[in-house]
């Protein structure tokens, strides 16, 4: 890193540090805190206690130490990509971290999407602001998923897990945007309903056989009993044109758009029909969601889409600041490692 980067990079840590967010953390955390950023960006090879105190200024036991303390990392870091852009998101995704040993606290089997197999190991639930006209993300916050005994003591399912951190975020989330960005797993009933209590939208993609019905817009029958709700189940393979509307088309694709009814959610969503196209042939076709039926729906499939940019965050993570070879075991420093 040349001297002019290291230089700014200072300056906006610091510039963030001195703000009356950060009036309550002593002087000693501050300096500490500066110092272990620009050490993660300056140093080469494995990050780990050790090679901190190769490059670094202190002694090996100070850098645990200091790893034990709390910092408020999602305010650092919302304050740090505050002025990035006014259209963002809320990005959402759990990632699988290598771990070895059984003394770690979390450690257990969870899914890796790269091997395609559950593997022995940590996990983090990520969220991200993600900037789709940038077409880019910034890292926000990580929380580590407890080990699975511990989501059965509390009576817990993984995706009520999920779904519980973004309700227990919800106030600072919503200072953000309004809008959560997950993927297909995360399309099942208890997560959605999580966001909605969060008083929040989410934007995701459902399976292909979704079970799905088309709206009654009609005039009312007369007839005795509750008023007519549904005109038929939708068939995504030849999809209704007096119900879908042709929102957008290019050379790659056609965005169709309807207000539905979810059988699985028990609730209307609007849906984005998208047929991907190759010289003309359809060669793919996907059904995105939002819970905001008021939204545009090429925004739907555009905001879905800029979500992949929070895979580049993971990865430059494991990669370049020592998510994958972190010595810390208790779970104060994992905390602090995965800010």
Known sequence: MNTQ?????????????????????????????????????SIKGRVNFLQMERYGYLNELSYRNNFKKDFDFF????????????NVLIGFDPSFLLKSGKTTYGVGYFWS??????????????????APDLNTAFHLNS?????????????????????????????????????????AYFSKASFVQAVAKAKMFLVSRLRDDSNLNYVYNGPLTGKKGAPKKFDGKINFKNID????????????MEVYGTIAYSVAFKRNINVAFVK???DGQVKATKIYFSTNLKQETYQIVSHYRS???MEFVFRDAKQFTGVNTCEARSQAKINFTQM
Request: no cysteine.
């Open 5 to 41: 980067a290291s230089q700014n990079i200072k300056y906006l840590i610091i510039s963030i540090l001195k703000s009356k967010k950060f009036d309550s953390v002593n002087k000693s955390t501050k300096n500490f805190v500066n110092h272990v950023l620009i050490l993660f960006l």
């Open 75 to 86: 305010e650092f870091n919302k304050n740090l990509v505050a002025t990035i852009s006014t």
């Open 113 to 130: 999407g790269v091997a395609g197999k559950a593997k022995w190991g940590n996990e983090v639930a990520g969220f991200a602001i993600i």
């Open 143 to 183: 929380i580590q998923t407890p080990p699975a005994k511990e989501l059965a003591e509390k009576n817990k399912t993984l995706l009520e897990h999920y779904g519980s951190l973004i309700i227990d975020n919800a106030v600072e989330l919503k200072k953000i945007s309004d809008y959560v960005v997950a993927d």
């Open 241 to 252: 044109l007096n119900h879908f509307k042709l929102e957008y088309q290019n050379q790659e």
């Open 276 to 278: 991907y196209l190759k």
């Open 307 to 309: 979500r992949f940019q």
